[in-house]
DNA sequence: TGTAATGTTTACCAATCGGTCAAATTATCC
DNA sequence: GGATAATTTGACCGATTGGTAAACATTACA
């Protein structure tokens, strides 16, 4: 008789890694650009190249299969900010912090899209995590610019707001790419527009948080 | 007999503008969260408070009702933009369009989710407009800023990215509003953040502009 | 190599999907 | 007030939805 997830045996099973990777991979790109609502079992099936009732072996049901892409996805995406360093120094921290972002942007757009779309639908799947693990690492993060900004580090400004402007800019080249190609035309819309866009951003947060000195 | 969306009269009835615009409305509820794939005709029937024949008579397919919002909120959407004047001043005219950006996010959240929903999914309804009108208004805009920068009034920067910036850190308000709300807690999350926004957001782009003088 | 556990498939289910149709009801205008 | 056009509804359709049952195939391990 077949138990499903390994009830059992504790242990997973080679196969039973190797397929619920496989499924993962292909539910991220079914969920990342309809939503949850908007996708269905068969399509991931059908992208995964196994029968649906064999991806529903893995994978009671297709709340199973989002959470498990959203719980994996929300550790990764907070690696940037778990990597901002109190103790470095605040405009290469903060430098970097975008670069990361954007890096991220770039390589894992599906990732992004996934939050983005759980977001939009008002956040039913995630809302405790978002009131918990990320607004713990976001305040402790608030805290460190706070600090910064009192040691004459930096200029003044809200440390919140400024988390959720790097966040927006950075993930718009994932989240509104379409509108972004378009716009820019065929011409700037290779790889470049990643650096251009970094340069621009760079210098952007940078020199806004930069102390102003004698007014020119 | 009855001929849908007056085919034969030419002109709409009362009860034809009354219904279209419920219609749009409860549509404009459930698209914007949902996204089109994942909302169901039964669903914007039930809102709008009709029954779903009743509703197809007006709109003959999801994809007339889909077609019909986003015609509708993406003119209102660029309105911002376009009211950006070359005559005005540099400083001011950016202050008042990242004010007004802001304001959409506030009154009109709903519409944004619609837009990002689409953008999410590929803009395969609205490409067309992407690469059409959205690209020449941009286009017209971002000469200003050049002239601007060349004329000394601000700083260089490359103002496609701009636009793209203004945008995302805007919108952001709307999009992720659950995310938002959850990272300043209940506390700080009436409609003062908007104005926390328009403060801090304010400050970093026009202090990103400002030509600087004799470094600090 | 045998066998028990694991993995896969075919056939199927009830519910919901987008949409149609004809009949019933209501508004409009002379 | 009656005819005519406009509106609304309930019953229904085939396709698709998320998910199940059980037979079948494969693997792991003694």
Redesign the pocket.
Known sequence: ???PR?A??QRR????EE?EEIILEAALDVFSVSGFRG?????IAEVAG?????L???F????AMHRALIDRVLFTWLEPLRAFDANGNPESEIRSYIRRKLEMARDFPRESRLFANEMLQGAPHVEDELRGPLKSLVDEKVEVIRTWAQAGKIAKCDPYHLIFSIWSTTQHYADFDVQVRAVLGPEHSGEGRFEDAARYLEQLFVDGLRIRGPRA
């Open positions: 008789m077949a138990i390994a059992k045996t099973t080679r196969i039973q397929k996708s269905t079992i068969d399509q196994m029968s649906k009732p064999n529903l072996y893995y009671r049901t297709k709340e």
